[in-house]
Nanobody
Framework: VHLVESGGGLGQPGGSLRLACASS????????MAWYRQAPGKERELVAT???????NYADFVEGRFAISRDSAKNTLYLQLTSLRPEDTAVYYC??????????WGKGTLVNISS
C-alpha cells in the first residue's frame, strides 16, 4: 500500500492549509484513517482520526481548528488546517488501517508556520 501526502508548506500564523493523503495499492478498503504529526525534537502524536463510518475524533490541542475528512471513492484522506499557530509546525503523517488489519504510514508532509 502506498500513501502519498501533499498540501504541506510554509504558512503564516492564522492561516490555513489543506493536507491530502492518497492511498493506493490494496484491494482492501480503508478502515480507520488518521493524521499524526511530529514536531522537531518531539514524539509523534495523534492529531485526528476518522472511522469508516465517518466518526471523527481530535486531539485536545486541535481546539476546533482542524477538520479531518475522507473520500472513500477516491481513497483520499484530508485534513483542513485553520487558525494555524507556530506550534503547529511539524511533519504531518497519514495513517491508514485497512479492513484486513494491516496498517500503513505515509512519508509525511512538512507544515511550517512562521511569520
Amino acid at each position: 500500500v502506498h500513501l502519498v501526502e501533499s498540501g504541506g508548506g510554509l504558512g503564516q500564523p492564522g492561516g490555513s492549509l489543506r493536507l491530502a493523503c492518497a492511498s493506493s495499492g490494496s484491494t482492501f478498503s480503508s478502515n480507520t484513517m488518521a493524521w499524526y504529526r511530529q514536531a522537531p525534537g518531539k514524539e509523534r502524536e495523534l492529531v485526528a482520526t476518522i472511522t469508516r463510518r465517518g466518526n471523527t475524533n481530535y486531539a485536545d490541542f486541535v481546539e476546533g481548528r482542524f477538520a479531518i475528512s475522507r473520500d472513500s471513492a477516491k481513497n483520499t484522506l484530508y485534513l483542513q488546517l485553520t487558525s494555524l499557530r507556530p506550534e503547529d509546525t511539524a511533519v504531518y503523517y497519514c495513517y491508514n488501517k485497512l479492513l484486513d488489519g494491516m496498517a500503513y504510514w505515509g512519508k509525511g508532509t512538512l507544515v511550517n508556520i512562521s511569520s
